[in-house]
């Protein structure tokens, strides 16, 4: 479970809110059953509860995890708002596979148009998606979703990052695949990686265009075009394949 506090040894730790809730009535656990807390400076600990209360659970400390979980890139998924709850599903698995943090953003060809309102109840909602997939992942950095009304605003966020990789369709029909080769092969660790990811009908030239502009690089996939949801599991997955097999 996130907590949402910095790590300070204590004999007793106690918790309350949501994280009691799922611990008491969603899994049931009693007294002598053991998880991990994860605290908002990272550090994860095995706990053991030692009493159950009205409204919290008391746990004491067993062990320090010491196991890394999380890739040495933090990745950013952005993606041109897909349809339908394409996006939910994106960001269970993509935070399954590591990624640091979700953007969406309205691309040209996105079918879906969401006010202010709905954004930010899909946002909720999505941030929820994402902590519940890193609690069972048992990932150390809890992913924030920010979602965005105006592909302008995403465009200003590029300079927050050491790299800005597009995955553009077009570039795999050319079998141009070096730039994810190549980030492969000498990106620093801990770098921040800004990658991005079309929806159903892709990007239109002139927003490549203006990636491009703000120092982006275009890149395939490999030679099958993958389906909106697809493409950020492959390149997550391509990742953790080279830094962590
Ligand atoms: N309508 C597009 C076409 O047929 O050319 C396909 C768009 S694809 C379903 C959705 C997004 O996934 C693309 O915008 C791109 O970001 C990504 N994508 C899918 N396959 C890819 C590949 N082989 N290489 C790079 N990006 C890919």
Not at 15 to 30: A, D, L, N, Q
Not at 97 to 125: C, M, N
Not at 159 to 174: F, I, R, T, W
């Amino acid at each position: 479970y996130f907590i949402d506090e910095k790590y300070e040894p204590k004999t007793t730790y106690k918790i309350s809110g949501e994280p009691y809730h799922h611990i008491t009535h969603v899994m049931r656990m009693k007294e002598g059953a053991q998880f991990y807390l994860v605290f908002s400076d990272q550090v994860v600990i095995q706990v053991e509860i030692i009493g159950i209360y009205s409204h919290e659970v008391h746990v004491k400390e067993i062990a320090k995890e010491n196991q890394e979980k999380e890739l040495s890139l933090a990745i950013t998924v952005a993606c041109g708002y897909p349809k339908g709850d394409k996006f939910e599903w994106i960001v269970q698995k993509a935070t399954e596979l590591g990624a640091a943090e979700f953007i969406g953003f309205p691309a040209k060809t996105s079918v879906v148009k969401w006010d202010e309102k709905k954004l930010a109840k899909k946002q909720q909602r999505l941030a929820k998606i994402a902590r519940e997939a890193a609690e069972q992942s048992q990932r150390s950095v809890l992913p924030k979703v920010h979602l965005l009304s105006k592909q302008e605003d995403f465009l200003t966020l590029f300079s927050h990052y050491d790299y800005v990789l597009v995955a553009y369709e077009e570039s795999a029909k050319q079998g141009e695949t070096a730039e994810l080769v190549h980030l492969l092969q000498t990106v620093q660790n801990n770098s921040r990686v800004l990658a991005i990811f079309g929806p159903e009908g892709g990007f239109l030239p002139e927003e490549t265009t203006a990636f491009l502009q703000k120092q982006a690089v275009l890149c395939g996939l490999g030679p099958r075009i993958l389906r909106a949801e697809t493409a950020p599991l492959y390149l997550l997955s391509a990742v953790s394949y080279h830094l962590e097999l």
